[in-house]
């Protein structure tokens, strides 16, 4: 006779408590649902032994992914949290909803637009939130989730229901890499904590990492700054497999493993320069790992410790969650569920994002079969764009004093200085650092065709709302399907054109910029802006529009566009009364950031910059201290601009 395990001791006797309390019936649904736990990392690509990386030490993960499937091209729909996981809650892309395409929004759900808790609790779930939110959305914490806080626990259950619970691990956060009070600028190798880690003499440790055996990409310099970053980020992950592991031990000491389905993934790419907010490989590339119990294996397409290839979306994990619940997949998601009754073939490609990051705007959007990565830039005359809070990190800081002491190579300096290309191709296995740009190569040249088909299909099916500025009225899901408020198709042909910034269309976007649509103005105004000096010729069209158009935001450019062709007092007084006015933040946050590309110009708008600088809004004022000490002589790649003290996150929310 076989001696029962304490697990089986343990799930018989919560079986017969429930029956007890609730009978048979509701034993019988718990019975045809699996419970469900995910557990979630914040800020990481796949640095995971299980992944292939022979510095990590992981071993928690690891043993996961050989007991359930491991997904090797798995992305994020934004390389930043917030975008992220409001897909991740509705299972509908943030483009797809302004403004949350933008880092710290507040995106208005409309009633056709249900999230994923909502639909489990309706199925029987018992819903907990541990206790992250930052959905970039209305959405209501308490109002979704059956709980929703730092307690929020599968524990808290009424006998008898099926759990759905996810446990954020802030472990591996951007935090995690920022130096310790104290350590002294370009102070060189040290692997102290920063303050709330689990920096104690028991905290796990790798063994393997040392600031001198850590991989530098070729993007980067070599610096001890850079190396110190890199190994302090292999502990934060070690870290944050120990608490993984935690979880995984909990599930199991009540008995409950053999009945639940585990997930775990992180939430976007890493914290390193150049990956987190920005859609290369790096910024949407994250860790996916399912485990499924015996009993829920038919469930799954392959069997348990399979390597699956081909690409995943965390866009898909709304749909797959409702899937394995047996509930059906409502028509707004936008995902395909990959596990469960309802999961389906996938297209080949994950698509990612980006918008605002915090104070700084940009417009890229990217697709990817896992192998290649195809970036569009719809914003390629922004080159280097300052963050606040990514330069609190010694990388950032140490590669800018690199460049600035005339010290990188040609690969590193790009980052910095010289021209965005309007489309960016690269192949991640052969070159993991996408330094080498394959567009224009022949043998590539089908691929490039076929996947700018995908990407524009893409953002056609979803109704991509980047070509609409923040704060317009065509935002939002519902606004931006009127086809005459938003004419997509037309949009992105001009906006094709206006990267390409080829002074053959200027007499096109000069006659648009009195076009009656403001979104189509406001492209043939971008358009001239992108040309520079060779939009001269319509000097005339870009005063007017910075005069008299009835659109702020057409104004900003226009006043921009005028002040790149030549000196402009008039261009920098119109931005300097946009951002000293009473118009909505979006219009000053533009106007602040056409005058930090003016350069010295700009100094005639210095007063108003400096209240912004002193002022209550945290990305007016993060824009206004860069650009008053690049005015006045006192930046440098340590000056601190982000106040961590002053900033207000939103309601559970974060960077």
């Keep these: 006779m076989v001696e029962p395990t304490r697990r089986d001791v343990l799930h018989a006797a919560m079986m017969t408590m429930a029956a007890s309390a609730f009978g048979s019936g509701i034993l019988d649904?718990?019975?045809a649902k699996p419970n469900i736990l995910w557990l979630v990392s914040e800020d990481n690509n796949p640095f995971l032994g299980c992944y292939g990386d022979a510095l990590a030490h992981t071993p928690n993960i690891d043993a996961l992914a050989k007991r359930g499937l491991l997904y090797r091209h798995a992305f994020s729909a934004a390389p930043v949290c917030a975008p992220s996981r409001f897909g991740i809650l509705t299972g509908v892309y943030p483009e797809s909803c302004a403004p949350a395409n933008h880092m710290?929004?507040?995106?208005?759900?409309?009633?056709?637009?249900?999230?994923?808790?909502?639909?489990?609790?309706?199925?029987?779930?018992?819903?907990?939130?541990?206790?992250?939110?930052?959905?970039?959305?209305?959405?209501?914490?308490?109002?979704?989730?059956?709980?929703?806080?730092?307690?929020?626990?599968?524990?808290?259950?009424?006998?008898?229901?099926?759990?759905?619970?996810?446990?954020?691990?802030?472990?591996?956060?951007?935090?995690?890499?920022?130096?310790?009070?104290?350590?002294?600028?370009?102070?060189?190798?040290s692997l102290a904590f920063p303050p709330g880690a689990a920096a104690g003499a028991d905290a796990p440790r790798n063994p393997r990492v040392t600031p001198e055996n850590v991989r530098v990409p070729?993007?980067?310099?070599?610096?001890?700054?850079?190396?110190?970053?890199?190994?302090?980020?292999?502990?934060?992950?070690?870290?944050?497999?120990?608490?993984?592991?935690?979880?995984?031990?909990?599930?199991?000491?009540?008995?409950?493993?053999?009945?639940?389905?585990v997930f775990y993934y992180s939430d976007n790419g890493g914290v390193l320069p150049r990956s987190k907010r920005y859609c290369y490989d790096d910024g949407l590339?994250?860790?996916?790992?399912?485990?499924?119990?015996?009993?829920?294996?038919?469930?799954?397409?392959?069997?348990?410790?399979?390597?699956?290839?081909?690409?995943?979306?965390?866009?898909?994990?709304?749909?797959?969650?409702?899937?394995?619940?047996?509930?059906?997949?409502?028509?707004?998601?936008?995902?395909?569920?990959?596990?469960?009754?309802?999961?389906?073939?996938?297209?080949?490609?994950?698509?990612?994002?980006?918008?605002?990051?915090?104070?700084?705007?940009?417009f890229v959007r990217a697709v990817t079969d896992g192998r290649y990565h195809y970036v569009r830039n719809y914003t390629p005359h922004r080159v280097f764009q300052h963050g606040a809070f990514e330069w609190q990190a010694k990388g950032y800081q140490s590669w800018e004093r690199e460049f600035r002491a005339g010290r990188l190579t040609e690969v590193q300096s790009r980052f910095f200085t010289g021209t965005r290309p309007h489309e960016e191709l690269y192949d991640v296995q052969a070159d993991p650092g996408s330094v080498q740009n394959l567009v224009g190569v022949q043998v590539h040249a089908a691929r490039l065709a076929e996947m700018r088909k995908a990407l524009d299909a893409?953002?056609?099916?979803?109704?991509?709302?980047?070509?609409?500025?923040?704060?317009?009225?065509?935002?939002?899901?519902?606004?931006?399907?009127?086809?005459?408020?938003?004419?997509?198709?037309?949009?992105?042909?001009?906006?094709?054109?206006?990267?390409?910034?080829?002074?053959?269309?200027?007499?096109?976007?000069?006659?648009?910029?009195?076009?009656?649509?403001?979104?189509?103005?406001?492209?043939?105004?971008?358009?001239?802006?992108?040309?520079?000096?060779a939009a001269a010729p319509a000097r005339q069209a870009l005063e007017s529009a910075m005069r008299s158009d009835v659109v702020m935001q057409n104004r900003v450019v226009a006043a921009e566009a005028l002040a790149t062709i030549a000196p402009s007092p008039e261009a920098i007084q119109v931005l300097a009364g946009l951002l000293d006015g009473t118009e909505p933040m979006p219009v000053k946050l533009q106007a602040i950031n056409a005058l930090t590309f003016l350069g010295e110009q700009s100094r005639a708008a210095l007063p108003q910059i400096k209240r912004a600088a002193a002022g209550s809004q945290q990305f007016l004022r993060n824009c206004g201290r860069y650009l008053e000490a690049v005015l006045e002589g006192r930046y440098d790649p340590t000056f601190r601009v982000f106040d961590m003290a002053a900033a207000r996150p939103a309601p559970g929310g974060g960077q």
């Design 29 to 31: 649904a718990q019975a």
């Design 104 to 189: 710290r929004a507040n995106a208005q759900l409309p009633a056709a637009i249900r999230t994923y808790p909502e639909y489990l609790r309706e199925a029987g779930y018992y819903c907990t939130n541990n206790a992250k939110t930052d959905w970039n959305c209305s959405a209501d914490a308490n109002a979704i989730f059956d709980e929703s806080s730092p307690k929020a626990h599968w524990k808290n259950r009424p006998p008898g229901r099926p759990f759905f619970a996810i446990f954020n691990h802030e472990s591996s956060h951007e935090t995690s890499i920022l130096p310790a009070p104290g350590r002294a600028a370009g102070g060189g190798a």
């Design 218 to 261: 070729a993007y980067l310099p070599d610096t001890a700054d850079i190396r110190d970053e890199r190994a302090r980020y292999y502990q934060a992950i070690t870290r944050m497999d120990a608490q993984i592991g935690a979880k995984l031990k909990e599930l199991d000491d009540a008995g409950l493993a053999d009945d639940t389905i």
């Design 285 to 362: 590339r994250v860790a996916l790992v399912v485990a499924l119990p015996q009993k829920w294996q038919h469930l799954a397409p392959a069997a348990m410790g399979t390597v699956v290839n081909g690409p995943v979306s965390l866009i898909d994990l709304a749909p797959t969650l409702l899937s394995l619940s047996g509930t059906k997949v409502p028509a707004h998601m936008q995902g395909a569920a990959f596990l469960g009754a309802q999961a389906a073939p996938r297209g080949p490609y994950a698509f990612g994002m980006r918008n605002r990051m915090d104070e700084r705007y940009d």
């Design 458 to 533: 893409h953002m056609l099916a979803i109704v991509d709302n980047g070509f609409i500025p923040e704060g317009m009225p065509a935002e939002g899901f519902v606004a931006s399907r009127d086809a005459g408020a938003y004419p997509l198709a037309r949009l992105m042909s001009l906006a094709s054109k206006a990267c390409a910034r080829e002074p053959r269309y200027a007499t096109e976007f000069r006659a648009l910029a009195a076009d009656p649509h403001p979104l189509v103005r406001h492209w043939a105004l971008q358009g001239l802006l992108m040309l520079g000096a």
